[in-house]
Structure formats: C-alpha cells, structure tokens
C-alpha cells in the first residue's frame, strides 16, 4: 500500500513539475486566448471583464509584468503617486467598454488578491501591457518570472532613453 501512494505522489509532482501542456487549469481553459468586454477600468492595471468569475458578477484582471502608479487610497490614508490619474486614464482610453483577447502564463494564473494575471490584447494586436510601458507610464515589473520580461524590459529601457512619462525632466 504504501508503494502504490509513493507512485501516485511521484506522479502528481511529475505532473506539477512538467508545467505547460501537459494539463490545463480552468483560468487557462476559461480565460487564455479568449476575448471579453471591459466592464471598467480600475487603475492603470487593473480592469474588470463583464464576464462572472465565481461569486462576482466580472472577472477583475491585473496586467502581468507593469505595475502602474498607485491611486490615493479611498479612504485618504495613501496619497496618489504621480502620474497614477494619467496611467488610468490611458488604459480607459484603450480598453473601456471594448473586446479585448487575454493570454495567460500556465505557471502562475492568479495574484495574490485573487486577481487573474494577464497581458491583455487589444483589438489592434498590440499589448496593453507594452503600450503602458512604452508611454512610460508603468516600469516593466520583474517581480515575478513571466515569458515577456525581456521584451518589456526593453520598451522600458527605450522610454527611459525618451524620457517620457515616469522618466521625464
């Protein structure tokens, strides 16, 4: 008996370990790929999908690899970090009330506040993700390995050399 559990828990970490491909999550089956209205913007990266997710009535997404300027806290205790009402602004002005195509990374679906983590495809082909760094409005977040890091870091070397948003005199 107890060699039958010690090759069902060898092949449950195999399994874990063999990552991409070989088994799919119901966010990577669920959302990956798939293209759904925007609901509302939140701030720079985070916006809501009008598609349920659970109990709720949307499904909150926070972009992969940006992290946006914070806004002031609701109930005054956090002032807004410069360049935060412009960062939303921008992701309104691109996704609100439009279709947009998520994709998702197989080895990590959800943030830590139960976010789904994703870079969000507008309908020109572009990322918004990309988009809010080239305009200097997010520096490329390498807190967590993610397939783009290297590209991203790039668009944020450029806007650096731009000067522009976060990086401007």
Same mark, same amino acid.
């Given at each position: 008996? #107890? #060699?039958?559990?010690?090759?069902?828990?060898? !092949?449950? !970490?195999?399994?874990?370990?063999?990552? %991409?491909?070989? &088994?799919?999550?119901?966010?990577?089956?669920? &959302?990956?790929?798939?293209?759904?209205?925007?609901? $509302? !913007?939140?701030?720079?990266?985070?916006?809501? #999908?009008? !598609?349920?997710?659970?109990?709720?009535?949307?499904?909150?997404?926070?972009? $992969?690899?940006?992290?946006?300027?914070?806004?002031? *806290?609701?109930?005054? /205790?956090?002032?807004?970090? %410069?360049?935060?009402?412009?960062?939303?602004?921008?992701?309104?002005?691109?996704?609100?009330?439009?279709?947009?195509?998520?994709?998702?990374?197989?080895?990590?679906?959800?943030?830590? &506040?139960?976010?789904?983590?994703? &870079?969000?495809?507008? %309908?020109?082909?572009?990322?918004?993700?990309?988009?809010?760094?080239?305009?200097?409005? *997010?520096?490329?977040?390498?807190?967590? /390995?993610? *397939?783009?890091?290297?590209?991203?870091?790039?668009?944020?070397?450029?806007?650096?050399?731009?000067?522009?948003?976060? $990086?401007? %005199?």
């Amino acid at each position: 008996m #107890l #060699l039958l559990l010690l090759g069902v828990l060898a !092949v449950l !970490v195999v399994l874990d370990r063999a990552g %991409p491909g070989l &088994y799919v999550t119901d966010d990577l089956r669920r &959302y990956d790929g798939k293209t759904f209205d925007v609901a $509302w !913007v939140i701030d720079g990266d985070t916006l809501d #999908l009008r !598609v349920p997710d659970g109990t709720h009535a949307t499904t909150r997404i926070r972009l $992969w690899g940006v992290d946006t300027p914070e806004k002031a *806290s609701q109930d005054g /205790s956090r002032a807004a970090e %410069p360049l935060s009402e412009e960062a939303t602004a921008f992701t309104r002005g691109l996704v609100q009330g439009r279709r947009v195509t998520l994709h998702l990374e197989p080895q990590r679906e959800r943030g830590r &506040y139960g976010r789904v983590l994703a &870079y969000v495809e507008l %309908p020109d082909g572009t990322l918004l993700n990309a988009r809010l760094i080239e305009a200097g409005l *997010s520096p490329a977040d390498d807190r967590w /390995s993610h *397939s783009r890091a290297d590209q991203f870091a790039r668009l944020e070397a450029e806007a650096k050399r731009q000067r522009v948003g976060l $990086w401007a %005199p």
